[in-house]
């Protein structure tokens, strides 16, 4: 059984940097995809990064250059290191695991309903942690 248990969220002025935790349970490194998404009130949950089994990496455009995401596979842990924070990233923010193989993995971040609708429904989800970026 899978288990996500996200940390490190808190308030921060624009510019500044927070570093996101996620312990993972029951996931085996290399044969999930590991991602975040976000979810602002009224808006609908968007997908900020994610790393495939083999390591790649891939970012929504609003966050490359400024948000990194990594795991420690001997400690279960994906991260997303925020840098250069704005208050437009002020939002919810989750893990979520999904098997490597699956087409939510593939075409990321997900911008058909089809593709949305298989990390509703299929993927494995933490409770999240807010982010407040204050100006």
């Known amino acids: 059984q899978v288990q996500l248990v996200e940390s490190g969220g808190g308030s921060v002025q624009a510019g500044g940097s927070l570093r996101l935790s996620c312990a993972a349970s029951?996931?085996?490194?290399?044969?999930?995809?590991m991602a975040w998404f976000r979810q602002a009130p009224g808006e609908n949950r968007e997908g900020v990064a994610l790393?495939?089994?083999?390591?790649?990496?891939t970012y929504t455009d609003s966050v490359k250059g400024r948000f990194t995401i990594s795991q420690d596979n001997a400690k279960r842990t994906l991260f997303l290191q925020m840098n250069s924070l704005k208050p437009e990233d002020s939002a919810m923010y989750y893990c979520?695991?999904?098997?490597?193989?699956?087409?939510?993995?593939?075409?990321?971040?997900?911008?058909?309903?089809?593709?949305?609708?298989?990390?509703?429904?299929?993927?494995?989800w933490g409770q999240g942690t807010q982010v407040t970026v204050s100006s």
């Open positions: 979520a695991a999904e098997k490597d193989d699956r087409p939510a993995c593939l075409g990321f971040p997900p911008e058909t309903p089809q593709l949305r609708m298989a990390w509703v429904f299929e993927a494995q």
């Open positions: 029951g996931v085996s490194y290399g044969t999930y995809c």
């Open positions: 790393i495939r089994g083999d390591g790649t990496t």
